[in-house]
């Protein structure tokens, strides 16, 4: 069992930054991949980006890559994900999702791959 808090969520203007913490609770974070993922008034939650188990892989939606980046520190048990260029459709409720049933090199993307789930931070761009 995994607990999982995000932070770092607030109000940005049109191509400021935010960069999102989430914090796990528990021994074992380094042996899961990490994920983020949105979810919009109205619209589906949909795949942000994602850490492998291992740090060495990391996969983007085509929508944020470039501006996004996601890290995840196991000494701190936290993952990170850098906004940068933000626009007014990044606005979301954001969370953070840990998946246990991969392996070292797995990037999972779907939604129902994942076991833990924090409770989202909201994030929103002014035009």
């Known amino acids: 069992q995994v607990q999982l808090v995000e932070s770092g969520g607030g109000l940005v203007q049109a191509g400021g930054s935010l960069r999102l913490s989430c914090a796990a609770s528990?021994?074992?974070?380094?042996?899961?991949?990490m994920g983020w993922f949105r979810q919009a008034p109205g619209k589906e939650r949909e795949f942000v980006a994602v850490?492998?188990?291992?740090?060495?892989?990391?996969y983007y939606a085509a929508s944020v890559k470039g501006r996004f980046t996601i890290a995840r520190d196991d000494a701190k048990n936290t993952v990170y994900l850098q906004m940068n260029s933000l626009k007014p459709d990044d606005a979301a409720v954001y969370y953070c999702?840990?998946?246990?049933?991969?392996?070292?090199?797995?990037?999972?993307?779907?939604?129902?791959?994942?076991?833990?789930w924090g409770q989202g931070t909201q994030v929103t761009v002014s035009s």
């Open positions: 999702a840990a998946d246990r049933g991969t392996t070292a090199w797995g990037i999972p993307t779907s939604s129902s791959e994942y076991d833990y």
């Open positions: 528990g021994r074992t974070f380094s042996s899961y991949a």
């Open positions: 850490v492998s188990r291992s740090g060495g892989f990391t």
